[in-house]
Every structure is written in structure tokens, then in C-alpha cells.
């Protein structure tokens, strides 16, 4: 594939600074053009309840990023559009289903034939520890010193967080070193 552009959006997460940081390091790493979008659900945090979150986490989240992407296919005669899913994603619209379905919306909606992929999870089959283990062995390691996973905007990713904490894991499980600096090991170490 020819990468045309990556799309950072800001959604109002509370991580927004530290995210478009990385997704700035990481299209200058691969030598491409970052676009950007946004939207706002402002009273959406408030309305969530404690199982709609571990059901769906934010409701049609990847649906929302994947039609703010799609002006962008189009614009560049871009045939596919990539999603960043992994095989441990579990919500409805990380499925193959959900791309299939979406593929058919986007050819119809832009007139224009578009293929919704997720090659981390449809064919690699990836899940973190893999996903870490394979960017290591193809040369790309060094993209986990500038990626941003934590939910939180400190300084440094705070190590504590669901998406810290399974970031670490992926490490771990992966049998390889991490790079982070997790707030929490700063603090563990202060106190020592």
C-alpha cells in the first residue's frame, strides 16, 4: 500500500495534547502527511453508565473516527481506509463485520469503491504482546518511545489507567523491555 496521510482526531480526550505529539512523531517517522479532525459529545461522560462503558466503552466510537476519515479516502482516491484494531478489541464496531458493513456505507456514501481494514487483526492476528513482539523483529521498536496509550494528560503516561495497564501487560506477555516512563514508577522511585 502507498500511505497517503494518517488522521489524528481530537475528541475532546483528556489525553488530546499528548496524542497529536505522537501521532505528529509517528506520521514524520514514516514520512507522511498528518491530517486532522475533531468532534464533541460534551455531556456524553455524564450520561454513561458503568456497563454501557465495559459494554461499548464510548458508543460507536470507531464509527465516528472511521466517517471522520472517509472525506479524506476520498479527496486522495485512497481505496482503503486502515483502522488501528488488534484482535483483543472487543466492541461491536471492531469486528470484521462491523469493516465489511462499513465498507459497503463508504463505497455508497462517496460513490467510490472502499475497503475498511484492520490489518493488525485481520491479518496478522495480532494481539499486544504480538503486536510489540512483531514491531520489534521488523525493525520498528523505537515507535513505542513516541506512541501515547495512557487515558490520562499528565507528563508521562501514568502506568495506572486500563489502556496503561494493558500496554504493560502487551510488554510483559511480549518478554520485552519497555520504554515507557509511567508516572507511577517516577513516584514508587521518589518514595524509595
Request: net charge neutral.
Amino acid at each position: 500500500y502507498t500511505i497517503k496521510g494518517g488522521v489524528f482526531v481530537d475528541r475532546g480526550q483528556s489525553n488530546a495534547g499528548q496524542e497529536a505529539v505522537a501521532a505528529e512523531k509517528v506520521a514524520k517517522y514514516f514520512g507522511i502527511k498528518l491530517l486532522r479532525a475533531n468532534f464533541s459529545l460534551p455531556n456524553l461522560g455524564e450520561l454513561l453508565t458503568k456497563e454501557i462503558r465495559q459494554k461499548l466503552g464510548i458508543p460507536a466510537r470507531n464509527l465516528i473516527l472511521a466517517t471522520l476519515a472517509l472525506p479524506y479516502c476520498r479527496i486522495f482516491d485512497c481505496n482503503t481506509l486502515a483502522l488501528g484494531n488488534i484482535t483483543e478489541d472487543f466492541r461491536p464496531d471492531c469486528d470484521k463485520e462491523f469493516r465489511k458493513q462499513l465498507s459497503q456505507l463508504a463505497t455508497k456514501t462517496l460513490d467510490f469503491p472502499i475497503d475498511v481494514i484492520a490489518p493488525l487483526a485481520d491479518w496478522m492476528r495480532l494481539d499486544k504482546s504480538q503486536e510489540i513482539q512483531w514491531a520489534h523483529s521488523v525493525g520498528h521498536f523505537e515507535l513505542f518511545w513516541i506512541t501515547w496509550t495512557c487515558w490520562m494528560g499528565g507528563k508521562n503516561q501514568c502506568g495506572m489507567c486500563d489502556a496503561c495497564r494493558s500496554r504493560r501487560e502487551g510488554f510483559v506477555n511480549a518478554g520485552v523491555k519497555d520504554p515507557t516512563v509511567y508516572e507511577c514508577d517516577l513516584i514508587l522511585e521518589a518514595g524509595s
